[in-house]
């Protein structure tokens, strides 16, 4: 295969088509030399693409944990109301056991003398009378 090209088919080829030129006559160096930036360049590269990679699975595993801390919490607040309601049925069970005759007993007295506080209309806006509080 010298200089000559090997003819395929009988017919010439279109304007359109293009010329496939296999046979490189000149070196061609300018691939086959190394750019004084080229490794650093491509380091700096790869520590990014690292850093990214472990980015990602940083988020992911942080996601996880906090979907299970999340579960987590679901149940426990569960348990909590739940032991909530039970405290509540039981003071309303014990309250409405208090009367006036069980009440001596735990210390309770009746009130004797109650004053109230009375502010008409608009609480911030009230002018209050000298023997109100």
Known sequence: MGAHALK??????????????LFVSERR???AVE???ERIIRQ????????LILG????????ILNIMA???????????????AKMEGDYF???SAVD??????VGLSPVHSTQYVYRPGNAAAVTIQPNEI
Do not use: W
């Open 8 to 21: 395929i088919s009988k017919y010439k080829p279109s304007a359109a088509q293009g010329k496939l030129n």
């Open 29 to 31: 160096t300018l691939l």
């Open 35 to 37: 750019h004084p930036y």
């Open 44 to 51: 700096v590269f790869f520590i990014v693409l690292l850093g």
């Open 56 to 63: 990602y699975l940083y988020f992911v595993a942080a996601s």
């Open 70 to 84: 999340r579960k987590e919490a679901d149940t426990s607040t569960l348990a909590l109301q739940t032991k909530i």
């Open 93 to 95: 069970a014990m309250s």
């Open 100 to 105: 006036a005759s069980t009440a001596g007993s």
